[in-house]
């Protein structure tokens, strides 16, 4: 190496919580700060993208209808710019390899030889229970919790079809928009209509809402997503009970943290 050359680049797969800087690991701001090139997913605020002051700063989110880039073109832009020695951080919200494709990235970036690194975050499908009130292993009322996707029935079928009625907690994420289906696919499976259900709107973001309710109703709940369009999760079981008492008291302890309406 020349005393001119750059050191080898190197790909960070940074998680980024669910959107509250304050809940972002100091690895993570650590790899922002340091950041020659941000590539940065629809969920992650702006205000987090920011953190890296120095680095060229890249949307590649896909959201419904709105596709910029696809897989294939991600992998393409991290492998060039690591070649070219950039310290890159590819930020995604919640943790990286819980329905982020961080496993598919980083098979991306060892079959093209180029050095990576995961840096693990905080989940919404962890986080956004927790923000509403939700405790997802409550004692003597779910002793697990299960994470599912509910962008479509082939996706969470296999594992919701084969738990018993109320054996655990359910997640659900990117099932805002299927929960009438949802419900509707539990209740057809023996869950009680009664179960406490819940939806957890832009945990930690501002304008983050919380509405509760039972399984039956939860088909018809009224979630505005709002402008911003705020990301939302499921969660259904008897643990969402407990959000009528610990809601209230989080959301005067740490007023953004949540807000609660039934
Ligand atoms: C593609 S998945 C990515 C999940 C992410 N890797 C994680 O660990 O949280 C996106 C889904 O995560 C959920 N989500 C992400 N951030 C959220 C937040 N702040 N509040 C509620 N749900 C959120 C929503 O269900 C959204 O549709």
Request: neutral net charge; proline residues 7%; hydrophobic residues 50%.
């Amino acid at each position: 190496m020349t005393a001119l050359a750059r050191p080898p680049g190197l790909v960070s797969l940074v998680g980024a919580g669910p959107g509250d800087p304050e809940l972002l690991t100091r690895r993570a701001l650590d790899r922002l700060a340091a950041a020659d090139l941000v590539l940065n997913d629809a969920l992650v605020p702006d205000e987090l993208v920011r953190l890296a002051p120095r680095a060229r700063r890249f949307y590649v989110g896909k959201r419904a209808g709105r596709h910029s880039i696809d897989q294939d073109g991600i992998h393409k832009l991290m492998i060039r710019a690591a070649r070219r020695g950039d310290r890159v951080v590819r930020l995604k919200c919640g943790d990286p390899f819980v329905f982020g494709r961080g496993g598919e990235e980083a098979l991306a970036l060892e079959e093209a030889g180029i050095p990576f690194e995961v840096v693990p975050g905080l989940s919404s499908a962890i986080a956004g229970p927790a923000l509403a009130g939700i405790p997802v292993t409550h004692r003597g009322l779910a002793s697990g919790f299960v994470v599912v996707s509910g962008h479509a029935e082939a996706a969470y079928a296999p594992i919701l079809g084969s738990l018993a009625p109320g054996a655990a907690t359910v997640v659900v994420l990117m099932g805002l928009g299927p929960r009438a289906s949802i419900a509707s696919y539990l209740i057809a499976r023996g869950w009680d209509p009664a179960t406490p259900a819940g939806v957890v709107l832009g945990a930690s973001h501002a304008g983050a809402a919380t509405w509760t309710g039972r399984l039956d109703a939860l088909g018809a709940a009224a979630v505005d997503t709002g402008d911003a369009e705020l990301p939302g999760l499921l969660v259904i079981g008897a643990v969402v009970g407990l959000a009528a008492t610990l809601a209230p008291a989080l959301a005067a302890a740490t007023p953004a943290a949540a807000t609660a309406n039934s």
